[in-house]
DNA sequence: CAGCATCCTGCGTGATACTG
DNA sequence: CAGTATCACGCAGGATGCTG
């Protein structure tokens, strides 16, 4: 029964796993390795003004349903200061070229023209 | 604001484009060509009853969405009965691979045996 | 057959404040 | 520094009934 379910929508599953604006551009971030909490905050949203974007909250949530789903490692370094750091796993590594695929699409099908259409609200 | 967070992410517009459940089932589930409204509603959710699954209303949101993003075309066969088909675009059809490395990548990772040894793992 | 109108509910997301 | 607690809100999405 879940082999139909799953058979007939990895789709599903795939939407279900990036659900949320921001796991996907958590697990492209870290292609540069471990990132601690803080530089995935401030990283990942810098703005024009270079304001703050994702609530620790939400970020929290992020890492934890990424971290619940393998795709990224949580490494807390137990001790004060506070450290904890997140990397991608073999299985968010093999993630990415979905990402890659995903972004050179995007790239060359949402970009500029087609943002523009997007984007007239 | 919308605007920025495209131009920096190619991937938020691309979970933006697709957000909800069923685009990107009713994309894949095109391939095989044009498909009728009834025939998407009737073809998308197959439970194992055959129960029904997504309501008009939501069906014609995806499916007005769908036209939006220039990934499908809406052709009205103006007369009665009314009959309207919907068929990919060239843009859909370019996003067919994307959608297959999904799916590829989903059934060797999110398949249920994959999940469970993941989460053990 | 292919929708639209209306109501309702859960959840994802943001803002703010506090803590070990 | 890396979170948690609480409140609030918008919106996706389901249910139901009606229509051209």
Not at 24 to 34: E, F
Not at 106 to 115: D, F, I, K, M, Q
Request: aromatic share 6%; proline share 5%.
């Amino acid at each position: 029964m879940a082999k139909a379910s799953t058979r007939a929508c990895p789709v599903a599953a795939f939407q279900k796993m990036i659900s949320g604006k921001y796991k996907l551009r958590i697990v492209w971030d870290l292609k540069h390795g471990p990132r601690r909490y803080g530089e995935i905050r401030s990283g990942l949203l810098r703005g024009a003004t270079g304001s703050a974007e994702i609530t620790p909250r939400v970020l929290s949530r992020e890492l934890k349903a990424l971290t619940a789903s393998g795709l990224i490692d949580r490494k807390d370094f137990v001790e004060v200061p506070p450290k904890v750091e997140h990397r991608r796993t073999r299985k968010g590594k093999s993630f990415v070229p979905v990402i890659a695929a995903i972004r050179e699409w995007g790239e060359r099908n949402l970009s500029e023209t087609a943002v523009l259409a997007d984007a007239a609200e």
